[in-house]
């Protein structure tokens, strides 16, 4: 299939930016070296203090497929977010972060996918995570194919790491009504579930996007604060957003309400579960474990210097 023969914009690829005009033109790049020209790139400039307008409009000069925004004032991260989506026009809708990658042919495979699959709205392929220039992991397997949508939620809240998934590419008319929650940690996760409600996501079998963990997305109390959280969700990351999966179930988004009342207890209660069982039984012990071996070895180095 040769998506560049399709007319009007079938790609949207929005790109929510604030002060990486150091960053944002390798990834605005590594859109562009894709093998496709049916697409439209989205940049929403959040108010930035840097020259990160000045980047953005040496690019639009370029490629008119390019159209850039800038808001007078932050509206926040997720808001910004929300903006791109609503300014895409094309039949098919991803974000990428203003400081990673997309790697070469990409979109061809996710558009083939999702062309080819009507019963999945979401594809992505394997997502490698980077910090400080090191790999630290790569997050996949993350395919959901039940038949209930509710169960598809309880099997991607069981299987995400990071909630990169988000940036996959999505059929624009399954994000109608779906906005980011507001001021919460893990509103990406919550989205990528509210997708999985509506039909199957897919994760394809090689690497597709390179995530920066060196910004906000690395820490945790820096990404709160970013995001309008609370300080509790700072500190406690993973049974806020635990709690925040329970609500957004049960009450909170109308994505779930034709289902019972009960049936959404009981699910939200699995949900908030899951991901309490998934941080606080596999990932926290690593992390300690981690921590207790460094202590060691900086003791043993320690003892080993000569004194004086």
Not at 74 to 87: M, R, S, V
Not at 108 to 128: R, T, W
Not at 178 to 200: E, F, P, Q, R, T
Not at 236 to 254: R, T
Request: aromatic fraction near 12%.
């Amino acid at each position: 299939m040769d998506i560049n023969k399709i007319s009007a914009p079938l790609i949207s690829v929005g790109i929510p930016s604030y002060n990486r005009a150091h960053k944002i033109g390798e990834t605005i790049d590594s859109i562009l070296n894709q093998k496709c020209s049916n697409i439209e790139i989205l940049i929403s400039n959040n108010a930035s203090t840097d020259d990160t307008k000045q980047v953005c409009e040496e690019y639009q000069k370029k490629d008119s497929r390019i159209k850039y925004f800038e808001q007078k004032t932050n509206i926040g991260a997720y808001a910004n977010y929300d903006f791109l989506k609503e300014q895409a026009k094309g039949k098919y809708f991803m974000w990428i972060c203003d400081d990673d990658q997309l790697n070469p042919n990409v979109l061809n495979k996710y558009i083939e996918f999702l062309e080819h699959n009507p019963d999945y709205n979401l594809v992505s392929g394997q997502i490698q995570n980077w910090r400080n220039g090191r790999l630290k992991f790569v997050e996949k397997n993350l395919s959901v194919n039940k038949s209930s949508g509710l169960s598809r939620v309880l099997a991607y809240y069981s299987k995400v790491q990071e909630g990169a998934m988000i940036y996959g590419l999505i059929r624009k008319e399954d994000l109608e009504n779906i906005i980011m929650l507001k001021n919460k940690l893990g509103s990406d996760w919550h989205l990528v579930a509210h997708l999985a409600y509506k039909s199957k996501i897919k994760q394809l079998d090689f690497v597709a996007y390179e995530k920066q963990l060196d910004g906000f997305s690395g820490d945790w109390e820096k990404y709160a604060k970013t995001v309008g959280a609370s300080r509790a969700a700072g500190k406690f990351p993973f049974f806020i957003m635990g709690l925040d999966a329970f609500n957004d179930i049960y009450k909170g988004s109308s994505i779930y309400h034709n289902e019972s009342k009960l049936k959404r207890l009981i699910f939200g209660s699995m949900a908030c579960f899951i991901i309490w069982f998934n941080f606080y039984c596999k990932i926290y012990p690593k992390i300690i474990g981690g921590r207790v071996k460094r202590f060691i070895l900086n003791s043993k180095e320690t003892k080993g210097k000569p004194v004086g």
